[in-house]
């Protein structure tokens, strides 16, 4: 038997074998759900320890596999799962508690409504490479802390990621089932979960991707929660703190070497303060230390695969031929096997350029300037991305005000980036960067149905106002609840009244 059939053969097993680990899933996660949120929380709540424990090892692992430098490692991914565990246990009971819902008439006042958070089952997430760890691990554990049991599936190329984000997990000691980690090709994942009956689908890939499973999973009506690609807008004002905004591009631009659907992507400076803002970018992105003796002081990593790689010069070298000129660049490591690719700065740069337009995910940042505040919010809008979008003001109101004009799904003021390790912010985008929301309370709200529950407080009568028998009588006294409530002075209501006090008797 060939190699290929033989890859083949193996990958069939898998999928077949997902339909067994979604059933048995199925099965465990109706006693899960039953138990009390309390409960739930206290198993959960383990997973932090394996963190605390073992945050080097996790750092050093993903640095290792992904290419992050340490710090990226540690501050992008490990401290964030530490604190979302924390979260999300802290809220869970407030999150899945019934709310009340306050009765729209006072004629009907004697309905009283709750909504309730019912799991949806078994959840699966798919998730990807570039942030191998923390991604995957917010929406697993929101998703168990609902009463659900979830089937994840990591990206290929990060095993050993893969590997500690399952024992980070299962240190829970979660039922049997509960939790299962599948490895399957991403090319053959969504069909797989979707034709075999997962509950409810959250993927994070491109944006390609996330339109085909779209068109899938309307075949059985799964939902779906994608959150796909952004080219981010950072937008620098005139009375920005340039040197706090110089060095908020250089992190948000290059950290994770450009690889986040977050970063800061197109930056937009106001012309009066452009000169100035680049020689500080320029100074700040050539000093960025990519060869270091203690690998704690590197700044710089690696691209993921050479498949990026290769993307990234495709798009730098087509805006070159188009025009743009390179301003400012950082050195790339000597020796190495990695794929190394130089923090880049590109003037002179248009969008009808690739660069500027779709999504490079590199270590690459083009710059425009602005005359006015609405020149600025067009050019932050003409994508057909939205996922999140920047200001740079001292002036923290009119920050606010431009922000809230840019069509992306997080808006940060003199921050980039960041809000994704904020586990009580939602995340997600606008057009083409997604549908959905995960983390926070939307993202907690993903993992279950609202269900509402409606309770008649006059169940001790025979039957409701408007049941059967129909009548002329029945018909005037329900029109009179009309006059009663919305009817155009006094006089009006209380005739509207007599109707009703007509057949008021008949619930009884």
Not at 102 to 121: D, F, H, T
Not at 225 to 253: H, P, Q, S, T
Not at 299 to 312: C, D, N, R, S
Request: charged share 20%.
């Amino acid at each position: 038997m060939t190699k290929n059939a033989n890859h083949n053969q193996n990958e069939s097993s898998v999928i077949t074998d997902l339909k067994s680990h979604i059933d048995k899933a199925r099965q465990v996660q109706k006693d899960w759900a039953a138990r009390p949120v309390k409960e739930r929380v206290q198993t959960v709540r383990r997973i932090r320890q394996f963190i605390v424990d073992n945050s080097q090892q996790i750092a050093e692992t993903i640095s290792r596999e992904n290419g992050k430098v340490l710090v990226d490692s540690l501050a992008a991914e490990v401290l964030p799962a530490a604190m979302a565990v924390s979260y999300y246990c802290k809220m869970a009971k407030q999150f899945l508690k019934p709310e009340k819902i306050k009765a729209g008439s006072p004629i009907l006042s004697y309905k009283r409504s709750k909504l309730c958070r019912v799991p949806y089952g078994v959840v699966g997430i798919i998730s990807p490479w570039n942030y191998p760890f923390s991604i995957p691990f917010s929406e697993v554990i929101m998703a168990l802390l609902a009463g659900n049991a979830v089937i994840l599936k990591t990206a290929s190329n990060m095993p050993d990621v893969s590997n500690l984000l399952v024992n980070c997990i299962d240190s829970a000691g979660l039922p049997e089932g509960l939790f299962q980690y599948i490895n399957l090709p991403g090319r053959v994942a969504g069909d797989a979960f979707l034709e075999n009956g997962i509950d409810k689908l959250f993927f994070t890939g491109s944006v390609g991707t996330g339109k085909y499973l779209m068109k899938k999973a309307a075949e059985t009506l799964t939902p779906l929660v994608l959150e796909l690609g952004g080219n981010d807008a950072m937008i620098v004002c005139k009375d920005a703190d340039l040197e706090r905004a110089a060095a908020g591009a250089v992190w948000a631009g290059f950290s994770s070497a450009g690889q986040s659907c977050g970063g800061v992507e197109r930056l937009y400076v106001a012309e009066e303060v452009y000169d100035d803002f680049l020689t500080k970018l320029k100074t700040q992105v050539e000093d960025i230390t990519v060869e270091a003796v203690d690998a704690y002081d590197l700044e710089l990593g690696a691209l993921t695969t050479a498949k990026q790689l290769e993307h990234v010069r495709n798009h730098v070298d087509e805006a070159v031929e188009m025009g743009a000129i390179i301003a400012a660049q950082s050195k790339t490591p000597d020796k190495g096997n990695g794929f190394y690719y130089p923090a880049t700065v590109l003037v002179n740069v248009n969008h009808d350029m690739s660069v500027m337009q779709d999504e490079t995910f590199g270590p690459v940042i083009g710059i425009m300037t602005f005359k006015t505040e609405v020149d600025a919010i067009r050019l932050a809008n003409d994508s057909y991305l939205g996922l999140t979008g920047s200001v740079w003001s001292k002036n923290r109101r009119k920050a606010v005000r431009i922000g809230r004009q840019i069509k992306a799904g997080v808006i940060t003021i003199n921050d980039h980036l960041m809000s994704h390790g904020l586990a009580e912010t939602p995340w997600g985008g606008f057009k083409q960067s997604g549908i959905g929301r995960t983390h926070g309370k939307l993202g907690f709200d993903e993992m279950t149905q609202p269900q509402v529950l409606v309770d008649d407080w006059l169940s001790f009568t025979q039957k409701s106002l408007w049941w059967l028998p129909y009548s002329h009588k029945l018909f005037d006294g329900l029109n009179g609840l009309i006059q009663v409530q919305y009817g155009p002075g006094i006089r009006r209501r209380i005739q509207g009244l007599r109707r009703v006090l007509k057949i008021i008797g008949r619930i009884f």
